[in-house]
């Protein structure tokens, strides 16, 4: 598989790129942004997606903790209610951002987590433990699922636990197995998707709405169009390209690089700390949703991350217009009918920043009431000072067409 950053960039996977770098840029701080990339198949959706696990920055955790747990934050039954000196004997280490993969055979018991059957057949000191799943292990990482229209048809059980996880900020997940008290603990874990929605069974909306709605953006992959990116794709994946650099014993991957692509992410999450929506872009999604009824408050809520996020990828220190809008197809794609999405969209393309998404026309201005023309003259008598044989006249005259 070609590095992140050899992977070709083109108009239809550009706003992959980005999202991808958001959600690791928002996990690294502490913030779940759940992605799912929709496309046609081999458009290279997975390959990205796969490919971002070599510019993930390390994170540090309790030494030898299977939770993954923060030195200065605890979650895990082991370590919550340990005290900071505690903790302190126990020591830290550095280790990849995680990035586990569900696959479709998976059982609810390695998802979630079972009992640990190499402690409970130790012939030494057997014991009922429990062993962590896939999900509480990549803890304050990310959670990667292809197919996901697939899964959530075949594995309901899996959904349901991926629903819990996915429905709060951080989220919450409960490992139940007989003869063991039941184990509680948060998850802050980013969860990434793929699928393609002209394949059986469907889009994930159609099979899953509440599934659906706890992605909080979904990109849709075009097809590359040029000659030269095509010509260039088959260059790099070619068999005989990779036989003689593996016969020249060349290193494939720049560590240097990905390296690069690491530290800025790091800027980039401690800017996120710092970084504020403006108050009027706030007030301008909490609009939007009013008028446009939309059904979920999780829509806002991605709007506002995803607009920081977009503004901290694009090296800026300030969140602007762009931002949200650009954010939003994405976020309401899934949420929202086409038509619906359409009218949204053409409203701010028509109206401009200043009446569709400031509404400062809406605000009086004394000077342009007297400079621009009255096209509605205010000089109809009210009906109160109408006589009884005008108002009778008014109504014999009207016709079925004046309604």
């Known amino acids: 598989m070609l590095p992140f950053y050899a992977l070709e960039r083109y108009e239809g996977n550009e706003a992959l790129f980005n999202l991808v770098m958001m959600s690791i840029v928002s996990t690294y701080a502490g913030e779940p942004l759940h992605l799912h990339a929709e496309g046609l198949r081999g458009t290279g959706k997975t390959t990205i997606m796969r490919s971002a696990r070599g510019i993930l920055p390390p994170i540090e955790r309790i030494k030898g903790c299977v939770y993954n747990c923060d030195p200065y934050d605890p979650h895990c039954p082991h370590h919550r209610y340990l005290s900071q000196e505690e903790i302190d004997a126990i020591g830290t280490e550095m280790i990849p951002m995680p990035f586990l993969e569900i696959s479709h055979s998976a059982k609810v018991g390695t998802v979630a987590g079972s009992i640990d059957l190499a402690r409970l057949t130790d012939p030494n000191h057997p014991e009922a433990h429990m062993l962590p799943g896939l999900i509480p292990q990549a803890h304050r990482g990310i959670l990667f699922i292809d197919e996901i229209n697939r899964l959530a048809d075949t594995s309901p059980e899996i959904t349901d636990i991926l629903l819990d996880v996915m429905g709060n900020k951080p989220g919450h997940l409960q490992i139940e197995e007989a003869?063991?008290?039941?184990?509680?603990?948060?998850?802050?874990?980013?969860?990434?998707?793929?699928?393609?929605?002209?394949?059986?069974?469907?889009?994930?909306?159609?099979?899953?709405?509440?599934l659906s709605d706890r992605f909080d953006m979904v990109c849709y992959m075009g097809r590359p169009h040029s000659v030269d990116i095509l010509s260039n794709m088959l260059a790099e994946n070619s068999h005989q390209k990779k036989a003689r650099l593996y016969k020249q014993r060349k290193v494939v991957v720049d560590e240097s690089k990905n390296e690069a692509y690491r530290q800025q992410i790091v800027r980039w999450a401690e800017q996120y700390d710092k970084t504020e929506l403006p108050d009027f872009l706030r007030n301008f999604i909490a609009r939007l949703y009013i008028k446009h009824n939309l059904e979920?408050?999780?829509?806002?809520?991605?709007?506002?991350?995803?607009?920081?996020?977009?503004?901290?990828?694009?090296?800026?220190?300030?969140?602007?217009?762009?931002d949200v809008t650009e954010t939003i197809p994405l976020v309401l794609k899934h949420?929202?009918?086409?038509?619906?999405?359409v009218r949204i969209i053409n409203d701010l393309d028509t109206r401009g920043t200043k009446e569709g998404i400031l509404s400062f026309k809406n605000r009086k201005d004394k000077k342009k009431e007297v400079e621009e023309p009255e096209y509605f003259q205010h000089d109809a008598r009210s009906l109160k000072d109408l006589s009884r044989g005008e108002l009778i006249n008014t109504e014999k005259n009207l016709n079925p067409t004046d309604y």
């Open 296 to 322: 979920s408050i999780r829509a806002i809520e991605a709007m506002q991350q995803g607009a920081v996020l977009r503004c901290l990828i694009k090296n800026r220190d300030k969140v602007q217009i762009s």
């Open 179 to 210: 003869g063991l008290p039941a184990v509680e603990i948060i998850v802050n874990v980013s969860v990434w998707a793929a699928s393609n929605p002209d394949e059986d069974p469907g889009p994930l909306e159609e099979i899953r709405r509440q």
């Open 335 to 341: 949420r929202v009918d086409g038509d619906t999405l």
